[in-house]
């Protein structure tokens, strides 16, 4: 624990406040100062230059009858969704490897794991746009050759969706019925090495005891998991939870990559974080883009405010 | 030792199993890398006629007979069922075809696409190096200052200026990027490097200062008195006590910052417009941009941009695999 000062000790030590200096000094200028002239520029016309028209709340207001920002509202939705189901094999591999018996063999998983990470993230996303490809594209390969894309377009002909097709090559990312399926594909098997280490880490604190106490009564591994396993690591699980959904409401890194800033065709992959970025930078409504941002900013802290007030992580 | 070891998982059940689920997941996860390295060594056609495996060291040269009676010689590379059966396929079907050879050439091995690759995306990557190296060691430096602040006494306004701090983790950054665009033209910081790298200093202050500040606040406050004693001034003290002391942290934080600096592209993507300046992720999105792409030569520029990562992973795994458990229940 920090040592408490008296006021003259203080006064004598006025040097230490310099240490604090630089790093106050850069916090407030990019992170507070833009945080302040988004929620004040949010109240403007605004085209980004030296104009600005006071409006009051005609932002907001046209916010409200936007229906790209709504519909762009629902797809986060789903791709939250979609994330949520994403979180299950991350947390079955952590149970796997857990369960190993050499220490060492769980290491050099955990290394294999870590692999991944030194491609960067942008590599593996053109990577995976590539997998997409309708001509030379990994996955349409692989369908072809399981015979899947037959399976396909049978299933297409039953149910009538009009996407698949016998002579012609899926396209994944030019078909606006495929955008958020693919985007549901995006990252199979969908690892994430974070994910599994904060599992991990949790999963370490389960004393042997209790497997032992578990074996004595003949637990079966299934039962292990949802008696033993999954209560203790429902901190983390929650905890990635939440994280997963603020990370998933405010991204639009991927979209803007995979689809272009417009969503992609028919505007399918659209999330409100991509509408905010479409509308400043290629709209030029900086003042409608801020109050985006400031609806997206509200959601994700009350968010924030349940996460804090019902999920606790116990250190 | 071994029946303490068997209390983890089954005592009927082997691990075999799970090694085979694990390992599958595992490959199937390294197949982007493994598709990555084996395309970058192929031209457009190879690739067409041979996506999944490394091509056979072997080139098929066949002969036609062309209508005007000139035999007419046509190169490609071999096919693995070529190889494995000692002699090509032809075609029985077309009467212009006379015959083929089979012969042994590394020459079906790219590499030339390598170089290619490196003047693609070298330019990129020493001004990303230059932006995360200098973005690390200074956003480290700054929060080794303040963590000390913050570790060393119970300033007057130290836990306000905390809290200041500590709100920054709970707040979403999602609406800074546009009012952060604007202040960064009022700089004249736009298309510069040193947008970035201010940015992103300013950026990894919080979570750096946090870990730093738990970590300095345990070390053994014995150590400050005797080097205060010595007549070490607070400076001094960092330098001597503080660093030396709290090296594995620091790397992994080092680490991950390099990482995250590594992986941007958001910010670049707005602020930078010169081809000379762009960093790894603006260059890769402006070589996904191209019409005609000979995947080749992407893949071995896509190659390249991992290597300074691969290197870092090498020779410190460990802190690679600590530092992102770490990153992780920062969350």
């Not at chain 1, 229906?67 to 796997?96: C, D, E, R, Y």
């Not at chain 1, 693919?182 to 999963?203: D, E, H, M, N, Q």
């Amino acid at each position: 624990m920090p040592v408490p000062l008296s006021p003259q000790k203080a006064l004598r030590e006025w040097k230490l406040y310099l240490f604090i200096v630089p790093s106050l000094l850069l916090v407030a200028t990019f992170a507070y100062f833009p945080a302040a002239s988004a929620i004040y520029h949010s109240f403007f016309d605004w085209q980004g230059g030296d104009n600005k028209q006071l409006i009051g709340l005609a932002n907001f207001e046209r916010a409200l009858g936007d229906s790209v920002l709504w519909g762009s509202f629902k797809t986060v939705s789903i791709l939250i969704v979609f994330n949520l189901f994403k979180m299950i094999p991350s947390i079955l591999m952590a149970v796997l490897i857990h369960r190993l018996k050499s220490d060492r063999a769980q290491y050099l998983y955990r290394v294999l794991l870590v692999v991944p990470m030194i491609v960067p993230g942008l590599v593996t996303l053109f990577i995976w746009k590539f997998f997409f490809d309708p001509n030379l594209g990994v996955l349409n390969k692989v369908l072809d050759f399981t015979g899947l894309k037959t399976l396909l377009v049978h299933l297409d002909g039953l149910f009538g969706w009009g996407v698949f097709f016998e002579n012609a090559p899926i396209g994944w990312l030019s078909q606006p019925e495929l955008i958020l399926p693919s985007l549901f594909i995006w990252g199979f098997p969908w690892i994430g090495t974070v994910g599994v280490l904060i599992y991990l880490a949790g999963l370490q604190s389960i004393g042997q005891e209790v497997y032992e106490a578990a074996e004595l009564d003949g637990v079966g591994p299934f039962k292990k998991f949802l008696y033993i396993e999954l209560p203790l690591i429902l901190t983390q699980v929650r905890l990635s939870l939440i994280l997963l959904i603020i990370g998933t409401l405010q991204g639009y890194g991927l979209q803007l990559l995979l689809l272009g800033d417009a969503g992609g065709p028919g505007g399918r992959g659209m999330v409100p974080g991509l509408w905010m970025y479409n509308r400043a930078f290629i709209a030029g409504e900086f003042g409608y883009a801020c109050a985006i941002g400031m609806i997206l900013f509200v959601f994700i802290l009350c968010l924030t405010y349940v996460n804090n007030k019902y999920v606790r992580v116990d250190k | 030792m071994s029946a303490l070891k068997d209390a983890v998982g089954s005592h009927r059940q082997k691990d075999w199993s799970k090694h085979l689920v694990l390992l599958a997941f595992i490959l199937i996860e390294l197949f982007p890398f493994y598709m990555m390295l084996q395309v970058s060594f192929k031209d457009n056609a190879s690739f067409i006629q041979n996506p999944w495996a490394p091509s056979p060291p072997f080139r098929v040269t066949e002969t036609y007979q062309a209508p005007d009676g000139q035999p007419l010689v046509k190169e490609r590379d071999a096919t693995w069922g070529e190889v494995l059966s000692g002699s090509p396929k032809g075609h029985p079907a077309d009467p212009a075809y006379q015959g083929g050879e089979l012969r042994f050439d590394l020459g079906v091995y790219k590499v030339q696409n390598w170089g290619f690759g490196l003047k693609l995306i070298g330019p990129y990557i020493a001004n990303t190096v230059f932006v995360a190296v200098s973005g690390t060691v200074a956003s480290l430096f700054f929060a080794i200052l303040g963590a000390y602040f913050f570790a060393r006494y119970k300033m007057p306004l130290s836990g306000v200026l905390w809290g200041a701090f500590m709100l920054l983790m709970l707040l979403p950054g999602v609406a800074n990027i546009v009012p952060l665009f604007t202040l960064l033209k009022d700089l004249s910081l736009l298309n510069t490097l040193w947008a970035l790298i201010i940015v992103g200093v300013a950026g990894g202050q919080v979570f750096n200062l946090f870990v730093l500040r738990n970590f300095i606040e345990d070390l053994p406050k014995d150590l400050f008195e005797a080097a205060e004693m010595d007549g070490a001034s607070h400076f001094k003290q960092i330098i001597h006590v503080v660093i030396p002391m709290s090296g594995p942290i620091i790397g992994t934080l080092a680490i991950l910052s390099f990482l995250s600096k590594w992986n941007d592209f958001l910010l670049p993507l707005i602020i930078l417009r010169d081809k000379e300046l762009f960093t790894l992720g603006v260059g890769l999105i402006y070589l996904d941009g191209e019409y005609v792409k000979q995947w080749g030569q992407i893949m071995a520029a896509y190659f390249i941009a991992s290597i300074p990562l691969i290197i870092i992973f090498l020779f410190c795994m460990r802190l690679f695999v600590r530092g992102l458990s770490a990153g992780a229940i920062k969350g």
